[in-house]
């Protein structure tokens, strides 16, 4: 039975004007240029050329407005609230506010909305608790020494309120982010500590039904609350972007939940609570989506349990996590170097290692002729010698017998790491060009097969072509992984298919850019039902198209729609609540009409409205409004 969520809010939503989330504090300053009667106004305050007074003034703003009961100033508040939240925003490492008593000021506030519920719905102080904690967690985003003052201030019982449910989701997420960076530092981790089973707990019961609850209080209802509406779009927003901020909200909060119980995690606190294991089934679906790609979600947390090891002993303990770091290890997930080195982690370990061995190598052996990946140099050699670590250790044994594995993947990587380089190493040029012109020549003979359509002797064929192909011809290698692909695609073997397409990808120069082995990899993974791998695939592929061709192909397009609905961040919480309301037919159409524009074919692309500043990865496949257009225009 899930608790009730102690909500504040009322069932009819808050009617304010959209134009008050725009601009407004700026108009608010411009016309105080002109008159001002207000005896203590911010604004006014701001502008004062004397620093000292002003940062005076400023001070005694801060202290006194939570005390004021004057019910016109209530608009005034909201509108400073909104232009404090837009500084904080754009100058998060001015240390003047933060050093005139900002965080108390803020604390303050969010405790009069929590226990004054006449004072929060008066007017638009209901918009003030959530511009509060933005503050807070902006000001303590990169500084140190702000997040010192912020916990002396007493911010952190306000925030666990907020964090706790007490007045709507919009308010967790922002209070979640504070507590997640006052959790980060070494100075300020042990005063949030001094909550942290409950921080914890509730950590871990949001991370797990966030979606859900975002989806049935907000993206799956028709009328939605009026506040909620204009933080998510600023007040200038459609239905199409309010579902966008939706979803883009609603897998920040996940995230920053999990972020919050990473900073546990790294100390080797509650990890009791936190290595669930039906948790730890749920983290391999928190990915993020499409709309965040800074943060790692589920894999991210995993990689840091398994620097543990208790953290270690559990996940060894649970298949279904290794399949799952299996699979991103094996995918064009841009945090697939954290799948192989939980997977290393795993193996490194001697008392995790046997119990994870047979699943672990089954996926490590496609990726062992890596060479890098992105920054990360030798990473197959790495993987090789995990693999193969208890029989190194004996370098007689090793050097001079030929040894043989009960794992056959193990026996395979031996051959091709061990075994064949040390064979090939004398081999001379023109030798080398001998078995160049051969691999060619069988090549050729494997295509007219394919051709006529004997797909199984093509398969034959190319597998043959390998076997003589020397391992330096990494080119020629490629395109041979490549076509077996392609004969598995054809036979209905997509397991193979994937370990093909996977081989191939790894020898390709850069590493995971081969653009018929992505496309082969991702017409496989959605054969097996795997969207959210098929997806990856496909948008990696559709930028190589974007860069070498300027065309996005139409079967590409296709795919990405097709996955794109399938892996979209509120899909499960959609079908469990439609699946509960199957005899309300009405019910199930507004619902759909509201998600029209998933479906219309669209790749919807990133938000407009950046709320906080972060470093994008360079060509990261995750941009998907470039490709939005380039469908459009075909």
């Known amino acids: 039975m899930k608790k009730k969520r102690a909500n504040l809010l009322p069932k009819t939503a808050y009617n304010t004007s959209e134009d008050m989330m725009s601009d407004e504090s700026h108009s608010h300053h411009h016309q105080h240029q002109e008159v001002c009667l207000k005896p203590c106004c911010f604004f006014c305050t701001m502008r004062e050329p004397d620093a000292s007074l002003r940062r005076v003034g400023i001070s005694n703003f801060f202290r006194e407005m939570p005390l004021c009961e004057d019910k016109e100033d209530h608009h005034h508040h909201v509108l400073v609230l909104s232009e404090l939240w837009h500084i904080a925003m754009t100058q998060p490492n001015n240390p003047e506010f933060p050093s005139l008593g900002i965080f108390k000021f803020m604390a303050n506030l969010i405790n009069k909305a929590i226990n004054d519920k006449t004072w929060l719905l008066t007017n638009q102080n209901i918009y003030i608790p959530y511009y509060a904690a933005h503050i807070i967690g902006s000001y303590t985003m990169n500084k140190e020494e702000f997040a010192q003052i912020a916990v002396q201030s007493g911010v952190i019982p306000p925030l666990l309120e907020l964090l706790r449910g007490k007045i709507s989701w919009v308010e967790q997420r922002v209070a979640v982010r504070a507590l997640g960076h006052l959790a980060s530092y070494e100075s300020t981790f042990d005063s949030v500590s001094e909550y942290e089973q409950e921080v914890v707990k509730v950590s871990l019961n949001l991370a797990s039904t966030c979606l859900e609850v975002v989806y049935s209080e907000f993206v799956g209802v028709k009328k939605r609350v009026e506040y909620q509406r204009n933080l998510l779009t600023r007040g200038v927003g459609d239905l199409e972007m309010e579902n966008r901020k939706a979803e883009e909200w609603g897998s920040q909060l996940q995230c920053w939940c999990l972020h919050l119980l990473n900073c546990f995690a790294f100390k080797e606190r509650c990890l009791d609570l936190i290595c669930q294991k039906e948790f730890l089934k749920e983290l391999c679906n928190m990915w993020g989506g499409l709309v965040n790609h800074t943060s790692p979600g589920g894999i991210g947390l995993l990689r840091i349990l398994c620097y543990s090891k208790f953290g270690r002993k559990i996940i060894a303990d649970t298949p279904k996590v290794i399949i799952n770091l299996g699979n991103v290890s094996r995918s064009s997930d841009d945090w697939q170097y954290m799948g192989i080195d939980c997977l290393l982690l795993l193996l490194k370990d001697s008392d995790t290692r046997f119990k994870v061995i047979d699943i672990a190598a089954s996926y490590l052996v496609d990726l062992v002729e890596f060479k890098s990946l992105g920054d990360k140099s030798d990473v197959g050699e790495t993987i090789t010698k995990v693999l193969l670590e208890e029989h190194s ?125 992505l496309w082969r990899r991702s017409q496989a993974y959605d054969m097996k039902g795997m969207a959210k791998e098929s997806l990856l695939d496909c948008i990696m592929f559709m930028n190589t198209c974007i860069i070498k061709s300027k065309n996005i192909p139409y079967h590409a397009a296709r795919m990405i729609c097709k996955q794109m609905d399938a892996t979209w961040l509120f899909a499960a919480a959609r079908s469990k609540i439609n699946h509960h309301s199957n005899n309300d037919e009405d019910e199930a159409k507004n619902c759909e009409e509201n998600f029209h524009y998933h479906k219309s074919g669209l790749v919807p692309g990133l938000s407009t409205i950046i709320e906080e500043p972060f470093v994008a990865k360079e060509e990261s496949r995750r941009k998907v409004e470039r490709a939005r257009r380039r469908i459009k225009e075909g």
């Not at 051959?415 to 020549?441: F, I, M, N, P, T």
């Open 393 to 517: 250790n004996n370098n007689y044994y090793y050097k001079h017998n030929k040894l043989k594995f009960n794992n056959r993947h193990l026996q395979e990587v031996l051959d091709l790491k061990v075994y064949r380089r040390k064979k090939e190493k004398a081999l001379w040029e023109e030798k080398l060009e001998e078995r160049r012109v051969l691999v060619g020549l069988i090549k050729q003979e494997a295509n007219h097969m394919f051709r006529l359509g004997k797909v199984e002797a093509a398969l034959v064929k190319y597998s043959e072509a390998l076997e003589v192909c020397p391992l330096r011809l990494r080119k020629e290698r490629m395109v041979l992984y490549s076509n077996k692909a392609q004969c598995n695609l054809v036979l209905k073997n997509p397991e193979s298919a994937i370990s093909d397409s996977t081989r191939a990808l790894c020898l390709s120069n850069p590493a995971n850019r081969h653009m018929k082995s």
